[in-house]
C-alpha cells in the first residue's frame, strides 16, 4: 500500500513534467512550421513591434519618476557642473541641488510625451530594404535606424517642450541659483547657467537606451511576440540568421 502511494505521485509528476515538454516542443514547432512570410508581412510585422517598443519605452519614460526613477538614464549635473554640485553640497545646499536634479528629470519626463508621433512617422517611412536590413541585422539595427532618422526632429520637438518644462517645474530657477550660488565662491570657473540644451540630449539619450532594451527583449524573448504576425516574422529571423541563409 506504501508503495503505491509513493508510486503515484511520482507517476503524476512525470506525466505533467512530460506534458509541459510536449506542449512546448508543439508550440515551438508550430512557430517554426508558420512558413516564409511574405514581404508584406515582414514590413507589417516589423513595424508592429516597433511601434510596440518605441510606443512602450515613451509610455514609460513619461510617467512619474520615468526617467528620475530610473538610475540607467536618471539625468544628474552636467559634467561641467559636477565640481560645483560637490561644492554646493559642502557648503550645506543639497536641498537646492536635489531640487535641481528632481527638476530636470520631471521636464525629460514631461517632453517624452513628444516622442511617440515622431517614431511612428519614422516607422511609415520605411522602405522594403530598412525592414530587411532591421530584421536581420544586428540585435540593435532598429535603435540604431531611429537615431539616424529621427534624432533631429525628437531634439527640435523636445527643445521647446524641455524648455516650458524647465519652467514649469522650476528647473530653471533651481539651476540658475545653483549657478549664482557656485558663481559667487571666490576663483572658481564661472557656471552656465542655460541647462536646456543639455537636458534635450540627456532626454533623447535616454529614449534611446530604452528602446534599445525593447527590441533586444523582442528579439530574444518569444514570450514579447505577442501577436501571430510577430511570431511568424521573428521565427523567420531567427531561423535566417541560424541557418545563415
Known amino acids: 500500500m506504501k508503495t503505491r502511494l ?3 505521485p511520482a507517476l503524476i509528476a512525470f506525466i505533467t513534467l512530460t506534458s509541459c515538454d510536449t506542449l512546448n516542443q508543439v508550440a515551438n514547432a508550430t512557430v517554426q512550421n508558420q512558413g516564409t512570410p511574405s ?31 530610473n538610475a540607467a538614464i536618471k539625468i544628474l549635473f552636467p559634467p561641467e557642473a559636477q565640481k560645483a554640485e560637490k561644492t554646493l553640497r559642502g557648503l550645506g545646499l543639497n536641498s537646492l541641488c536635489d531640487n535641481v536634479i528632481l527638476s ?28 530587411t536590413n532591421i530584421l ?11 537615431k539616424r532618422t529621427t534624432t533631429e526632429k525628437l531634439s527640435l520637438q523636445f527643445k521647446p517642450v524641455i524648455q516650458g518644462s524647465l519652467n514649469k517645474v ?7 541659483d545653483a549657478a549664482q550660488a ?5 576663483f572658481v570657473k564661472k557656471m552656465n547657467p542655460d541647462i536646456t540644451d543639455y537636458v534635450t ?15 533586444l527583449n523582442i528579439r530574444q524573448n518569444l514570450g514579447a511576440r505577442t501577436t501571430p504576425l510577430l ?15
Open 201 to 215: 540630449q540627456k532626454a533623447i539619450d535616454g529614449l534611446f537606451v530604452e528602446i534599445a532594451k525593447e527590441e
Open 104 to 131: 530636470l528629470n520631471r521636464a525629460a519626463e514631461d517632453a517624452a510625451k513628444q516622442a511617440k508621433p515622431i517614431f511612428v512617422d519614422a516607422i511609415k517611412q520605411m522602405t522594403l530594404q530598412d525592414v
Open 39 to 69: 514581404s508584406l508581412e515582414i514590413g507589417n510585422g516589423l513595424k508592429q513591434a516597433l511601434e510596440i517598443g518605441t510606443g512602450k519605452s515613451s509610455d514609460q519614460l513619461s510617467a512619474v519618476n520615468g526617467f528620475f526613477g
Open 6 to 8: 509513493i508510486i503515484i
Open 231 to 245: 511570431q511568424k516574422v521573428f521565427a523567420f529571423a531567427d531561423k535566417k540568421k541560424t541557418t545563415g541563409q
Open 136 to 146: 536581420l541585422g544586428n540585435q540593435d539595427a532598429a535603435t540604431q535606424y531611429f
Open 170 to 176: 522650476n528647473a530653471t530657477k533651481y539651476y540658475s
Open 182 to 186: 557656485y558663481n559667487k565662491v571666490p
